[in-house]
């Protein structure tokens, strides 16, 4: 009887368990900008602890929320759940369901106290709010699984039970506990000095690059997107597949060729024109405290570090399809091999002296004197 009851929900779950991970470090990504931008660096165990932070939270709706009904019009025909509004129902489970009960309640001590854990020593929350908002977030779950998502499954889908939000809570406050124990333990570390790191490791190169893929992403995609709806709402479409404007005919295929060149112009913009004229820092190195330039280089030996570096980027990065996104596939691998072995990217060898000072500063300097 069980399995056929799981049987509603397999396909789901296994959508749940595809996107858990993936979007979990997704979202852990402009955590880790926020961790540079106040701390001017990153240990690994800040970026595990973000991801698994964001991994706990995103499993809160992952396997409370989303694993519903695949067929709902039939789960919904043969299942009729009511709320249990009683909140010592749990001393006639462990009565009457021993072990199984006292499982159920433990499990869902357990599950939330890394929320509890969070609140105290990630979030830094007091108490007096800490607590109300684990209430909160338990009743918000509950309340979802008895209106099938606010209407959206069409039938309550899981037993809502008063008990849960009184065992949730207790969990959240023993994990609440534990941190304040651990933040008198293990108390967090201060902010590095405000000074740019010319040596970034990977993970601070990839943190940077990512900030800067996206904001040129939301660009480009802006852009494509404006000149598309122009074209359509204003150009007089031919049963050829062209687009009239007056005299001047535009072809469908035309705007792919627009939306190409945008993703490379934007690429150039990012990676090349505005990082170029201040010292290597790109936007999302601003922001996280580092330059793309490892070395000092002046001249020939710069126009060569920039033309390396962008060319890789485009490669890698850029809007390309079939053989050729498989080649930069692969470049992509060599590289990641390459770095792992150097502790360096290849444009990174070129050559030229060791900072001696910040370059923020320097370039400060520099403009004084200008």
């Avoid at 039970?161 to 949730?168: S, T």
């Avoid at 190169?205 to 997107?225: E, H």
């Avoid at 359509?232 to 060729?257: K, T």
Wanted: glycine share 8%; aromatic share 12%; with cysteine.
């Amino acid at each position: 009887m069980l399995s056929t009851y799981l049987d509603y929900f397999s396909g789901s779950f296994g959508i749940s368990l595809v996107f858990w991970p993936l979007a979990s470090l997704i979202l852990t990504l402009p955590i880790l900008a926020l961790i540079y931008n106040r701390y001017h660096r990153l240990r690994l165990t800040a970026a595990m602890a973000a991801y698994l932070t964001v991994l706990y939270l995103l499993a809160l709706v992952f396997f409370t929320l989303w694993p519903m009904p695949d067929d709902r019009a039939a789960f919904c025909a043969t299942h009729h759940l009511t709320p249990q509004l009683n909140p010592m129902q749990f001393l006639t489970d462990l009565s009457t369901g021993g072990r199984m009960a006292m499982l159920q309640i433990l499990l869902n001590v357990a599950f939330f106290l890394p929320l509890g854990f969070i609140m105290g020593r990630v979030f830094r929350w007091r108490f007096i709010l800490a607590l109300p908002v684990a209430l909160l977030v338990s009743l918000f779950i509950e309340t979802a699984q008895l209106t099938g998502v606010f209407g959206i499954v069409g039938c309550a889908y899981r037993l809502f039970d008063v008990d849960d939000l009184i065992w949730n809570t207790s969990g959240a406050l023993i994990g609440y506990l534990v941190a304040m124990a651990a933040n008198k333990l293990v108390p967090t570390r201060q902010a590095d000095a405000a000074q740019l790191v010319t040596n970034p490791g990977f993970i601070h190169r990839a943190v940077s690059l990512a900030l800067d893929l996206l904001l040129a992403t939301i660009l480009s995609l802006s852009l494509g997107m404006g000149v598309t709806y122009a074209v359509h709402r204003l150009g007089a479409y031919q049963l050829d597949g062209h687009y009239r404007f007056g005299g001047l005919l535009i072809a469908s295929s035309a705007l792919d060729v627009f939306g190409t060149l945008v993703d490379l112009a934007m690429l150039l913009i990012f990676e090349l024109l505005i990082p170029l004229p201040r010292r290597g820092r790109t936007l999302g190195a601003t922001f996280t405290h580092m330059t793309v330039e490892t070395k000092q280089r002046h001249g020939w030996s710069r126009f060569l570090f920039y033309l390396f570096r962008t060319a890789v980027i485009l490669a890698v990065f850029g809007p390309w399809t079939g053989k050729v996104q498989t080649a930069t596939r692969i470049l992509a691998l060599l590289l990641l091999v390459f770095y792992l072995i150097k502790r360096q990217m290849p444009y990174d060898l070129l050559p030229g002296t060791a900072y001696r000072e910040d370059p923020a500063a320097q370039e400060s300097l520099d403009s004084r004197r200008g």
